[in-house]
């Protein structure tokens, strides 16, 4: 298994930009989870998902955020319009059964300019 | 409510000697309990869990922790530390009786600082 797919790997855009980021998670895994990691703030759950529906989205910090999962394979955390502010690390993991851990992308470093 | 607590930001330690990374709980039912490790500008990576059993768990990269529920606590050990463990290190705990859908709930991290 190749594990838990981020893509971009790094991002640099522009204050006002659009910005996606994009997670295919483990075969068979039936949760998904957005994070966002900042030296500030440390380790943040911006939303997650159960077998591809939202189940909390308490985390994610303003409207301007916003998370998809169109199928058991695919998830998007895109942000419109995009501030310096929103300079972090964002991690997507996926879990399996219960007893099981999370596995870890390798994130997807952003920077707003 | 559930929560983790690792009470040191950084932990020094000197090759060789043995480290500890201290990590507190609390749930209300049993405990599930992870460590992971972050090495720079890399994701996190399962280190080990305690489910049930010996309290004693060992796993990745010759790490250990032991699982003590009078104090309930899940430290991080290692006898002989190396200059390669220098990372963040992570707790996490989830309730076995399924609380917060059975998510885990991770702490603030420990920064392990080996020194040749």
């Known amino acids: 298994d190749a594990g838990v797919i981020q893509s971009p790997r790094h991002e640099v855009t522009e204050m006002g930009q659009e910005v996606t980021l994009r997670c295919k998670p483990i075969s068979g895994h039936d949760y998904l989870f957005w994070y966002r990691q900042t030296m500030m703030r440390g380790l943040e759950l911006l939303i997650y998902?159960?077998?591809?529906?939202?189940?909390?989205d308490s985390g994610m910090p303003e409207d301007r955020f916003s998370a998809k999962m169109p199928n058991a394979s695919f998830s998007t955390l895109k942000i419109q319009p995009s501030e310096p502010r929103d300079s972090a690390v964002y991690f997507c993991?996926?879990?399996?059964?219960?007893?099981?851990?999370?596995?870890f992308g390798s994130g997807t470093r952003l920077t707003v300019v | 409510a559930q929560s983790v607590a690792q009470p040191e930001d950084q932990v020094n330690v000197a090759e060789g000697n043995p480290l500890t990374v201290k990590c507190t709980y609390s749930v209300s039912g049993n405990p599930y309990l992870f460590w992971y490790v972050q090495y720079p500008n890399r994701g996190l990576q399962f280190l080990l869990k305690?489910?049930?059993?010996?309290?004693l768990v060992k796993g990745s990269y010759g790490f250990e922790a032991e699982f003590n529920k009078s104090q309930t606590s899940f430290h991080l050990k290692k006898p002989s530390a190396l200059v390669s463990d220098s990372a963040l290190y992570f707790c996490?705990?989830?309730?076995?009786?399924?609380?917060?859908?059975?998510?885990?709930?991770f702490g603030k991290g420990t920064k392990l600082s080996v020194k040749p």
């Open positions: 996490a705990v989830r309730d076995s009786d399924g609380g917060s859908q059975g998510n885990l709930i």
């Open positions: 993991a996926s879990r399996g059964p219960i007893n099981y851990g999370y596995t």
């Open positions: 305690y489910i049930t059993g010996d309290n």
């Open positions: 998902f159960n077998n591809n529906v939202p189940i909390d």
